[in-house]
């Protein structure tokens, strides 16, 4: 099955994907295991989506089951949505303790982490091919760290203000999403993950309604 995408696009879908198998993920995130490619490609024509390539250096490549289309247009949603929040955080004037800038400049390296893990690099690996040392990366970082951080009491600012909240329904779904990635039963991992995760997960989830709420309300910057 062979998607028309109109717009430019930065991955390899479908047939265009011939290497002879694949890491495959399934619709909802979940981890489905290596599969041969004719075969992912088979699941996707049977589920109606496209086969997306989205980790081509791991070994073998890493595809996504998805509706490439739909990908394209939330992606695009979300940049607007994110230039909105940009322009004001670029304008707020906050003193940002040093400690909480170091701590975004640490999680930026573990999620970095995550991606080359799922592309079969250590990050040790990752710093060696790159020519660099942690703590140039966490320095090279620092920036991201703190629009990461303003961009963060934005949202926060403007969930508070617009009385935007999560809902038990959203906690919910967002837990059943996890759930499903992790391959574990909803309330065996809201267990796990205990009441200071869960009030984590509301504020993540508060902050994208906020997020898509400026994104609908203010004029394109």
Do not use: W
Request: glycine share 4%; aromatic share 4%; hydrophobic share 40%.
């Amino acid at each position: 099955m062979e998607t028309k995408i109109a717009q430019e696009r930065t991955h390899r879908i479908n047939g265009e994907i011939r290497v002879p198998e694949v890491r495959l993920t399934g619709l909802d995130g979940e981890m489905i295991g290596i599969v041969r490619t004719s075969q992912a490609l088979a699941m996707a024509e049977e589920a109606d989506v496209d086969l997306v390539e989205v980790a081509p250096n791991a070994r073998p490549p890493v595809c996504r089951l998805m509706d490439y289309g739909k990908f394209r247009f939330e992606q695009a949603k979300r940049e607007k949505q994110s230039k909105v929040v940009e322009k004001i955080a670029e304008a707020a004037e906050v003193e940002i303790p040093e400690a909480m800038i170091k701590y975004n400049q640490e999680r930026i390296m573990n999620e970095m982490s995550q991606r080359m893990m799922y592309q079969g690099l250590q990050m040790e690996q990752y710093l060696q091919l790159m020519g660099t040392t942690k703590e140039e990366f966490l320095e090279r970082v620092k920036p991201d760290a703190i629009a990461r951080i303003k961009t963060s009491l934005v949202l926060e600012a403007v969930a508070a203000a617009e009385n935007i909240v999560a809902s038990d329904d959203d906690v919910d779904a967002e837990i059943q999403d996890m759930a499903t990635q992790y391959q574990m039963k909803p309330e065996e991992l809201k267990d796990m993950i205990g009441a200071p995760e869960l009030e984590n997960i509301k504020k993540d989830i508060a902050s994208r309604k906020a997020l898509e709420f400026l994104g609908e309300n203010c004029k394109e910057v």
